[in-house]
């Protein structure tokens, strides 16, 4: 059974930071690319940055672009998400999510639970 298991999300000021985890298990985790995706209140599911199984350079939305980094472990079958110059737009569910192939594009087919981040003053 596919388990995706974010963590890491709270409530911080604008410009702070956070870094989010997801831990992933009941597949073969460094075969399949994965994303980040998030959700505000009253908007529509949105990508925010992907990334290969093998690792290396993500891509990210231009709303993140140069504040966020995504990385992954496909030794310890985690991904993060490091976040920072948060702004009170960026606050919303993120989701990880497993694509079902190598690579991040195209639709999703999995999805954890999802972590609240809030960035207020």
């Known amino acids: 059974e596919v388990q995706l298991v974010e963590s890491g999300g709270g409530l911080v000021l604008p410009g702070e930071s956070l870094r989010l985890t997801c831990v992933a298990s009941?597949?073969?985790?460094?075969?399949?690319?994965m994303s980040w995706v998030r959700q505000a209140p009253g908007k529509e599911l949105e990508w925010v940055s992907g990334?290969?199984?093998?690792?290396?350079?993500?891509s990210y939305a231009d709303s993140v672009k140069g504040r966020f980094t995504m990385t992954r472990n496909n030794a310890e079958n985690t991904l993060h998400l490091q976040m920072n110059s948060l702004k009170p737009e960026d606050t919303a569910v993120y989701y990880c999510?497993?694509?079902?192939?190598?690579?991040?594009?195209?639709?999703?087919?999995?999805r954890g639970q999802g972590t609240q981040v809030t960035v207020s003053s």
């Open positions: 999510a497993k694509h079902p192939g190598n690579s991040w594009f195209g639709p999703y087919e999995y």
């Open positions: 990334i290969y199984s093998g690792g290396g350079l993500a």
């Open positions: 009941g597949f073969d985790f460094g075969s399949y690319g």
